[in-house]
């Protein structure tokens, strides 16, 4: 297999510091790296459809919520793991635009449903369609069989930083 740049790195630091274990750069920095990429082709993906990345997060959630799409402010500031205020300002460019609807809560005047607009179902469509595409050519290097054993790998790195969000996202 041809070297890459943490190749590079590690042996530089190997050479520097062999005191130290640098083996978890060999994994992280190129995890590092690829979510670079993989950042690039998202923020690609969702521009070609007119939407921001915190954007496309906010109409994916209400989107994976089931019909009638709609979820508390709450409920969405925790699935795209943002501040209320800054789930706030994405809730108004989004209204603004008309791809999602602010609704009372009928089971509590106080509160607000946010409900994702037909406008909105077909943006955050069209986007996830072109952002599978762009991860579809992120990932053909690696055979079927490795991208599932990658993605088992990865799965249990990853699991004790989450969130349960299976309660976040149903109703």
């Given at each position: ?132 595409e762009s991860e579809r050519h992120l990932l053909a290097a690696l055979p079927r069989s490795d ?25």
């Amino acid at each position: 297999m041809s070297a890459d740049s943490v190749d590079g790195i590690v042996r530089a630091w190997r050479r520097e510091r062999p005191d130290l274990d640098v083996a978890p750069l060999e994994v992280l920095s190129r995890v590092t790296r690829l979510a670079r990429h993989l950042d690039l082709a998202r923020r690609e993906a969702f521009a070609r459809h007119g939407l921001e990345t915190g954007e496309f997060d906010v109409l994916a959630a209400l989107r994976r919520s089931g019909a009638p799409y709609e979820l508390s402010p709450g409920r969405l500031g925790t699935a795209t793991l943002v501040s209320s205020g800054t789930t706030t300002n994405r809730l108004d460019r989004l209204e603004s635009a008309g791809l999602i609807e602010r609704l009372p809560d009928p089971a509590d005047r106080r509160s607000i449903r946010v409900r994702l607009t037909p406008a909105g179902r077909q943006r955050v469509d069209a986007a996830l369609t072109d952002l599978l595409e762009s991860e579809r050519h992120l990932l053909a290097a690696l055979p079927r069989s490795d991208q599932l054993r990658l993605a088992k790998l990865l799965k249990s790195l990853v699991l004790p930083f989450d969130i349960d969000e299976a309660t976040v996202i149903t109703r």
